[in-house]
């Protein structure tokens, strides 16, 4: 039922800033109790947790990437998006847009995951 959509360009040059779209459908991203996050995978390496927005618009950030991350939403189109400037290419890595309850890490709901590149 609740469907998400990451969207993006694939291929970011350094130093530049990293941008990507959510697009959530069959559920409102301000309905309480519930947080929209950015999760991205590099090769060989496990899940690592980017950030997240709370129903309340309120923002949570992964200390290693809080300096460059930045989420935000528009409520109009039932979207958030994640900025993550100054990039390299060790931020190369499959981005996913995911939803949880008030459970820690249990996501119900994921994007299929986009590819981004850091490259020159």
């Known amino acids: 039922q609740v469907q998400l959509q990451e969207s993006g360009p694939g291929l970011v040059k350094p130093s530049q800033t990293l941008s990507l779209t959510c697009t959530v459908s069959?559920?409102?991203?301000?309905?309480?109790?519930?947080?929209y996050t950015w999760i991205r995978q590099s090769p060989g390496k496990g899940l690592e947790w980017i950030g997240a927005i709370r129903w309340s618009g309120d923002t949570s950030y992964s200390p290693s990437l809080k300096r460059r991350a930045s989420i935000s939403r528009d409520t109009s189109r039932n979207q958030f998006t994640l900025q993550l400037s100054s990039v390299t290419p060790e931020d190369t890595a499959v981005y996913y847009c995911a939803r949880r309850g008030l459970v820690v890490g249990l996501y119900t709901s994921w994007g299929q995951g986009t590819q981004v590149t850091v490259t020159s």
């Open positions: 069959g559920a409102s991203i301000t309905t309480t109790g519930y947080y």
